[in-house]
């Protein structure tokens, strides 16, 4: 396999409140290939989109990368860690749009409401390019033309709050590539539409793809999307990865307690009418109040004595695949 366009190695992102620290992002590491999907599988509040904002240094206070290295690989060959980089210089702005998109969980809230659609679209373009406002406005028509909205000519001149849903995110994809990146990152990008809706965004995103060899982000709570889509995976726990791996792996030769729970809670066509679904015994632990040792082990059904006091490492338990338990470690006795 190639050398991949995006490295994360060990990243530990915080959040400083006056109660304490949240450590938010708790050392993740994973690779992005061109024309691979990595998905980011976990329960809300396990670090999934944080990871994604501390990619693109967005970041928001009181919250900072405290270490780690998260390296972009140019179109040159050359190799950048973007954790050096000041959030707010002109190296950095280049690379939010023109190196790595950003699809957002809820486009309502990231479209602004008093500017037309393409007012938005030509700002992105023209931001990262020298081309005229006119110039710009006809490349915007081709990128609404691209993601299949319907009419572009027309709809350019619309805002927000007119378009539905599933149009909305596509506009939030048009922007993403507007200037032609080579990383798209998808945070929840099917988040709160209907199950069509849902299936023609992915399609898109699949499609796009495969056109432009895109290096792709998936983040989701959601298993189905994650067998769909994704060519690898990675399942995060508290702000941990606690088991990653190609897709088939995961799927059908699951290790770690939680990607097992999570596989088990998926509703099956195949189980018996009113039988209840599976369940994950607990809740995510307060931030403030984490437990020692494994992060998942007050829930988990295989705990054992190690687990309360001992952090798990990661170990190899197969090609490219990874899992953090100690099921899988030899404890002397």
Do not use: W
């Not at 530990?12 to 690779?31: I, L, Y």
């Not at 270490?67 to 000041?86: F, Y």
Request: net charge neutral.
């Amino acid at each position: 396999m190639a050398d991949p366009i995006l490295s994360v190695r060990n990243l530990h992102t915080h959040f400083f409140a006056d109660e304490g620290v949240v450590r938010a992002v708790d050392g993740t590491s994973f690779d992005l290939h061109s024309g691979r999907t990595l998905g980011i599988v976990g329960e809300s509040g396990c670090g999934k989109s944080v990871t994604a904002k501390s990619i693109l240094r967005i970041v928001e206070r009181p919250g900072r990368i405290v270490s780690g290295e998260i390296l972009l690989r140019r179109k040159n060959g050359s190799v950048v860690d973007l954790v050096t980089l000041p959030t707010d210089g002109v190296e950095m702005r280049g690379i939010r749009g023109g190196n790595i998109g950003l699809v957002f969980q809820e486009p309502m809230s990231s479209l602004s409401a008093f500017h037309t659609i393409g007012n938005q679209l030509i700002e992105a373009i023209r931001l990262h390019s020298r081309l005229t406002k006119p110039a710009a406005r006809a490349r915007a028509v081709e990128l609404l033309a691209m993601v299949g909205i319907p009419r572009p000519s027309q709809r350019i001149d619309s805002y927000s709050f007119e378009l539905s849903g599933g149009l909305r995110q596509r506009v939030m994809i048009a922007m993403a590539l507007a200037a032609e990146p080579r990383v798209l990152i998808a945070d929840e990008p099917t988040t709160a539409l209907d199950v069509t809706t849902q299936a023609q965004i992915l399609e898109l995103i699949r499609r796009l793809q495969q056109e432009r060899d895109l290096a792709v982000m998936l983040i989701t709570h959601d298993m189905g999307v994650i067998a769909e889509m994704a060519d690898d995976v990675v399942v995060m726990y508290l702000g941990k990865e606690v088991e990653k791996g190609p897709v088939d792996a995961i799927f059908h030769a699951p290790r770690h307690p939680y990607t097992k729970s999570l596989l088990r809670s998926i509703p099956s066509v195949l189980a018996e009418p009113r039988s209840r679904l599976a369940t994950i015994t607990g809740s995510i632990p307060h931030p403030f109040a984490r437990p020692g040792g494994c992060p998942f082990h007050p829930r988990c059904p295989d705990r054992m004595s190690v687990c309360e006091t001992s952090v798990p490492q990661e170990i190899v338990i197969g090609e490219n695949h990874a899992t953090a338990c100690h099921l899988y470690t030899r404890v002397p006795a």
